[in-house]
C-alpha cells in the first residue's frame, strides 16, 4: 500500500472514531452536508439561468439560495480558520459534481469511467469530512496565499493529504 493510501485508510478510520463516539449526529451533518451540496449547485444553476435567458430575477434567487447556503455551511463549519471555509465548500462542490459525472457516465454504460468517478467523489467528500472534523490541518493553505504563492487544486489536495503524517 503506498503512503497515501495508508494516510487515507487512517483517516477514514479517525472518522470511524469520530462515529462511535457519539459525540456528534452523524447523520443528520451528512444529510446537510447534501443539502449544501444541492444549494451550492442551485447558486450555479441560477446564475447560468440568468445568463442564457438575460433576466436578471434569477440573480435575486441566487442570492436568496447563496444566504440560505452560507447559513447550512455555517452550522457544519461554525469555527474556520485560514482557508477552511472556502475549501469546505469547494469540496462539497467538487463532490457533488464527480456524482453527478459518475452517474451521466453509468448511465452511457461506461462502468470502468463511472466507478472510478464515484470513488474520486467519495474522497473528495472523506476529505470534506476530515477538514470539517478537524481531522488535518489546512493552515499551511492560508500561509501559502499571504506569501503570494498560487495555489492550485493539487496544492490544495497535497496539503490535506500529507498533513495528515504523524
Known amino acids: 500500500m503506498d503512503s497515501q493510501s495508508k494516510q487515507f485508510k487512517q483517516l477514514l478510520e479517525k472518522v470511524e472514531e469520530l462515529k462511535a463516539s457519539g459525540n456528534f449526529d452523524l447523520s443528520m451533518e451528512e444529510d446537510l452536508s447534501i443539502a449544501v451540496m ?3 449547485s442551485l447558486e450555479e444553476h441560477f446564475f447560468f439561468t440568468a445568463q442564457k435567458t438575460k433576466k436578471p430575477d ?11 447556503r452560507k447559513t447550512m455551511l455555517a452550522r457544519l463549519i461554525n469555527q474556520h480558520e485560514g482557508e477552511t471555509w472556502c475549501v469546505t465548500k469547494h469540496l462539497l462542490a467538487a463532490t457533488m459534481r464527480l ?3 459518475g452517474t451521466k457516465l453509468q448511465s452511457d454504460g461506461k462502468e470502468s469511467q ?4 464515484f470513488d474520486a467523489a467519495y474522497k473528495t467528500y472523506s476529505l470534506f469530512w476530515a477538514v ?3 481531522l488535518i490541518d489546512v493552515s499551511n493553505i492560508k500561509k501559502r496565499k499571504e506569501a503570494k504563492k498560487p495555489m492550485n487544486y493539487e496544492d ?3 496539503e490535506l493529504v500529507n498533513c495528515c503524517e504523524e
Open 99 to 101: 456524482i453527478e459525472v
Open 114 to 117: 463511472a466507478k472510478e468517478t
Open 132 to 134: 470539517r472534523l478537524k
Open 38 to 40: 444541492n444549494l451550492i
Open 156 to 158: 490544495i489536495m497535497g
Open 58 to 68: 434569477y440573480y435575486d434567487l441566487l442570492m436568496q439560495t447563496r444566504e440560505i
